[in-house]
T-cell receptor, first 115, second 109 residues
Framework: GAGVSQSPRYKVAKRGQDVALRCDPI?????LFWYQQALGQGPEFLTY????????KSGLPSDRFFAERPEGSVSTLKIQRTQQEDSAVYLC?????????????FGPGTRLTVT | DAKTTQPNSMESNEEEPVHLPCNHS???????IHWYRQLPSQGPEYVIH???SNVNNRMASLAIAEDRKSSTLILHRATLRDAAVYYC??????????FGTGTRLTIIP
């Protein structure tokens, strides 16, 4: 079946531009996560949705980062006034349900380069 | 989140079994042990998870120590496609995964 998809796969933005990254989770998955992965590092948690509710946004690095999932399916991560330190791979993951025993399925990521 | 400790890197010969260790001495009773791997230029991929008993699936086996302070991911017959960074993660009820630095596994042909 279809996995998690993300678009665009690659994005180059000039410093100061706004960007929007899209995630299509696996159909029927309640939980959706965003992670940021810098070069050579493991992914780091950004934010988590259960259906349309954003239950945890503790990992968002600044108020320039904003995520939404208005209908409980597709999610968008928006970064305003991009900075060079925002350059990273942004990963989306979905899970059938919450809880410690459920695995997460990851998309291929969006590689953002800020010049 | 409780912390895990893994070797930075390991090598294994192709078609040989691979045992990837993970220490998690501060694990709590409700933490599940999850393993993910990340191939080059791809998103992480779920491998296996368990709570107390050993687990097997089509990809690997997970051996959990009786005191749950360590676990071992076992790839029964390594192939070149298994070259990846392997992450051992403790997952509580707070949903998110906390990745460490993982073990970079190199498969020697």
């Amino acid at each position: 079946g279809a996995g998690v998809s993300q678009s665009p796969r690659y994005k180059v933005a000039k410093r100061g531009q706004d960007v929007a990254l899209r995630c299509d989770p696996i159909s029927g998955h309640v939980s959706l996560f965003w992670y940021q992965q810098a070069l050579g590092q493991g992914p780091e948690f950004l934010t988590y949705f259960q259906n349309e509710a954003q239950l945890d946004k503790s990992g968002l690095p600044s108020d320039r980062f904003f995520a939404e999932r208005p209908e409980g399916s597709v999610s968008t991560l928006k970064i305003q006034r991009t900075q060079q330190e925002d350059s990273a791979v942004y990963l989306c993951a979905s899970s059938f349900s919450g809880g410690a025993s459920y695995e997460q399925y990851f998309g291929p990521g969006t590689r953002l380069t800020v010049t | 989140d409780a912390k895990t400790t893994q070797p930075n890197s390991m090598e294994s010969n192709e078609e040989e079994p691979v045992h990837l260790p993970c220490n998690h001495s501060t694990i709590s009773g409700t933490d599940y042990i999850h393993w993910y791997r990340q191939l080059p230029s791809q998103g992480p991929e779920y491998v296996i998870h368990g709570l107390t008993s050993n687990v097997n699936n089509r990809m690997a086996s997970l051996a959990i120590a009786e005191d749950r302070k360590s676990s071992t991911l076992i790839l029964h017959r390594a192939t070149l496609r298994d070259a990846a960074v392997y992450y051992c993660i403790l997952k509580a009820g707070n949903e998110k995964l906390t990745f460490g630095t993982g073990t970079r596994l190199t498969i020697i042909p």
